[in-house]
């Protein structure tokens, strides 16, 4: 099967990582799909995913304990918790439960770290489909330098694509829809691990099931754009992202520098969206048990962008607490029509404060997104569409996609103001 076809448009989904780091349960896994299923699934959103440590009884926040073991079966792959996840048990694995979130009409995914247990090279435990080891395919200088549960699987040894085949017939078997792999599009101490990316992406062509291949962390290397785009679905273009301005600031360099590359199922992700009630357990992004603390008009901005970009939208915070407000952020159909139908996205002007990006669609009309990043309490806008490559009838009607207030362009000169750190989102018919 093709693996572009596994993800046509951006995938939307929700993720544990903002909200409760490796110590996510699954009564709270449940109860997110719960919300989803009954708030958001009409409007697109259809992934859980369950991310780092699911294996690990112990964990409690978003800080790691080392060397700490693992649940693991008898050929060297990672298991879930018990204690953690009490569906999983009996050998059952993550079936369960991913049977729980399909009933709801939703899909499943999890989080793996590149390689092999550093545990099972230890003991040397055998692999499935070989008469290899684990200690005979680990790459022992290729470690995660965040996280100490894995080695890098050698790809020059015989058994390494054998294990990897095995870990993904197990995830096919369990009935997952998305795998996140870390430690392996971009590494602080090494390049992007490539051999690596290209046996995960074997093995999940060979397991049988469609599932969407998202690689972390970033800033991936946009001169490997070609080979993202020929082995994953989604791949991140930045390290991780929090509630901070700038770094949503330095997104606007990251989207310039990756635009006309999203395309049908190879999406650059600008990362989750820390939006909501996030920190509950997660103790990174300098924060704790908070409420984002982006303000409305960030929010936007960072939706905005996120949307006529075509990043994956993947929501961080705990869901069942969403106000009316956040609710809205995530449930605008005229925001998500763009964000899945829309192409040919670009920065079409950056000038001081301003910075405008615009977008097509296939029915004729234009999305134009005016941002300002500057300081000041409001930027006034007089846009001369002709400068950023529209051009429309003598008078036009548009609509701004966040209020739903109708805005009238008379000889192509576009008047509004945008707040500091705002948005105005337009579309054009």
Known sequence: MDHTLVAPTPPLGWNSWDCYG??????????????????LKEYGWSYITVDIQWYEPLA??????????????????LMPAENRFPSTADGQGFKPLADYVHSLGLKFGIHIMRGIPRQAVHSDTALLGTNSTAREIAHTNSICPWNTDMYGVDHHKEGAQAYYDSLFELYASWGVDLVKVDDIAASRLYDTHQPEIEMISKAIKRAGRPMVLSLSPGPAPVEYAEFFAEQANMWRV?????????????????CRKWQGLPKEGCWPDCDMLPLGHIGIRSVDGGGADRWTRFTKDEQLTMMSLWSIFRSPLIFGGELRDNDDWTLSLLTNREVLRMHRESHSA??????????????????????????????????????????VGLSLSATSHGTELWSGDVTEVNEDILRTDVPSHGVRLYRFA
């Open 22 to 39: 490796a110590a996510v349960t699954e009564k709270e896994i449940r109860g997110n799909a719960e919300y989803m299923a009954t708030h």
């Open 60 to 77: 409690n926040s978003s800080q790691y304990r080392p060397f700490v073991p693992l649940i693991m079966d008898e050929y060297s792959r």
């Open 238 to 254: 930045t390290d991780d992202f929090w509630d901070q301005w700038p770094l949503l600031l330095d997104m606007f360099d990251r």
């Open 346 to 387: 670009r920065e079409a002007l950056h000038q001081g404060d301003l910075i405008v990006w615009t977008a097509s669609h296939v029915d004729g009309s234009t999305y134009v997104a005016v941002f300002n990043v500057g300081e000041q309490s409001a930027l006034p806008v007089e846009l001369n569409l002709n400068t």
